[in-house]
C-alpha cells in the first residue's frame, strides 16, 4: 500500500532532550516536507528536500534540522526542544516528476508534546 | 508571498449544501488545491484547479477565478462524516511554494 509513515505518533518529552521523528515514503517519490500544525495557525511548513541530498528552509526553520541521505526517508530532527515546539506535525511527499497538480501525500501526524 | 483567506467555522445541515469560500493574493499562481482534515487525522486531497471554472467530483465540485483570487468548495447532500476542517493550499512557483489557509471548521449537524 501507498504511504507515508511517521513515528512515532505521540511523543512526551522534556526540553532540551534531543529527538528525531522518523518519515518514510514507499511511493519513490522525489519531494518530501515536513509540517507542523498548530491550532488558529495553520499547516506551517519547515522544511522540504526537492530530492537526496538537497533540502531547504520553509517558513520555520528556526530550531530543526532534516537531512536526506536516502530517498524513501526524511527525518525531522530536534536538537534542543523548547515548549514551543509542542505541536503536531505531519510528513508529506509528491512525486516530483509529475505535473504540478501532484498532490500531497501525508503521513499519519505526530503529536509532540514537550514539557 | 501568499495569503490565504478562509472562513473558521461554518455549520451547516444533513442533506443540505454548503459552499466554502477561499481568497487569495499571491507573487504567483500554478494551481489551487482543497484538502480535506478530520480532527486528528492526515489530510487527504479533494481537488486541484488552475484554470478557470468548475471542476466536479461526486458530491465535491471546486470553482476557481484567477483574476478575482477567488476559489471555492461546494459539498453537496452534506453527510455527517463531512464534519471536517476543509484547508485552501495555493501552489506558488516552484515545488517548495505551497501555501495552506488555516483551513475551515465545518460541522454538520442532524
Known amino acids: 500500500e501507498a504511504q507515508v509513515t511517521q513515528n512515532p505518533r505521540y511523543l512526551i518529552t522534556v526540553t532540551g532532550k534531543k529527538l528525531t521523528v522518523t518519515c518514510s515514503q514507499n511511493?519513490?517519490?522525489?519531494?518530501m516536507s515536513w509540517y507542523r500544525q498548530d491550532p488558529g495557525l495553520g499547516l506551517r511548513q519547515i522544511y522540504y528536500?526537492?530530492?537526496?541530498?538537497?533540502?531547504d528552509k520553509g517558513d520555520v526553520p528556526e530550531g530543526y534540522k532534516v537531512s536526506r541521505k536516502e530517498k524513501r526517508n526524511f527525518p525531522l530532527i530536534l536538537e534542543s526542544p523548547s515548549p514551543n515546539q509542542t505541536s503536531l506535525y505531519f510528513c508529506a511527499s509528491t512525486d516530483r516528476g509529475t505535473a504540478l497538480n501532484s498532490p500531497l501525500h501525508f503521513g499519519n501526524g505526530t503529536r509532540l508534546t514537550v514539557t | 508571498g501568499q495569503n490565504i483567506d478562509q472562513p473558521t467555522e461554518m455549520t451547516a445541515t444533513e442533506g443540505a449544501i454548503v459552499q466554502i469560500n477561499c481568497t487569495y493574493q499571491?507573487?504567483?499562481?500554478?494551481?489551487l488545491f482543497w484538502y480535506q482534515q478530520h480532527a486528528g487525522e492526515a489530510p487527504t486531497f479533494l481537488s486541484y484547479n488552475v484554470l478557470d471554472g468548475l471542476e466536479e467530483k461526486g458530491r465535491f465540485s471546486s470553482f476557481l477565478s484567477r483574476s478575482k483570487g477567488y476559489s471555492y468548495l461546494l459539498l453537496k447532500e452534506l453527510q455527517m462524516k463531512d464534519s471536517a476542517s476543509y484547508l485552501c493550499a495555493v501552489k506558488g512557483v516552484g515545488y517548495s511554494t505551497l501555501t495552506f489557509g488555516k483551513g475551515t471548521m465545518l460541522l454538520v449537524s442532524p
Open positions: 499571491t507573487s504567483g499562481f500554478n494551481g
Open positions: 528536500s526537492m530530492n537526496v541530498e538537497v533540502t
Open positions: 511511493m519513490n517519490h522525489e519531494y
